[in-house]
């Protein structure tokens, strides 16, 4: 049975008209359907293509951005060095001075305290070996006497220590004059 349609227009036809026609626009949409699919598989090579010349691009780009990077980097650290050498050269300079202050201030103190210097110790025992010396030359010289005399050991060495010890003394007081002058 064929049915008549009305087209929007206000013309007729005949059903086999329209099957013709739904057969033409299924078959359309049909091609339509595999052109969309032909380019979605197109988009897709070519979006893989387009992908990896992005990743290319990218690896490219970091490269010359990692070896900016570092020469600044190398740059920064240069002058940091530099400036840090600056630094510690001013700083052992200020340290020699403040050392030089602290040992002048140092002697200073022990002067008036009367402390003997270094000098002073060493002056000091160069008269002790000078006195020491004498006193062995003098104990030789009187020991021929003593034998003669025939005195007593024990007077003999009470007599030696006396006069041993009282020239050790007198030094020491004038070393300290000096020093304290």
């Known amino acids: 049975m064929v049915k008549k349609i009305k087209s929007p227009a206000g013309r007729t036809f005949h059903a086999d008209k329209s099957s013709q026609l739904a057969g033409a626009v299924k078959d359309s949409a049909q091609q339509i359907w595999l052109a969309g699919m032909g380019a979605f598989s197109k988009a897709q090579e070519e979006g893989t293509k387009v992908f990896e010349a992005l990743v290319k691009e990218g690896q490219s780009l970091q490269k010359k951005t990692q070896g900016m990077a570092e020469e600044k980097i190398s740059e920064v650290t240069g002058k940091m060095s530099a400036m840090a050498d600056t630094v510690t050269s001013k700083a052992g300079q200020n340290w020699d001075k403040l050392e ?39 104990s030789r010289g009187a020991a021929p006497k003593a034998a003669a005399k025939r005195a007593p050991a024990k007077v003999a060495r009470k007599a030696t220590k006396p006069a041993a010890r009282a020239p050790v003394k007198a030094p020491i007081k004038r070393a300290r004059k000096t020093a304290a002058a």
């Open 100 to 138: 030089t202050i602290f040992e002048a201030r140092t002697a200073k103190a022990l002067n008036k305290l009367g402390v003997p210097t270094a000098k002073d110790v060493d002056a000091l025992v160069q008269r002790v070996d000078a006195l020491a010396a004498a006193v062995a030359r003098l």
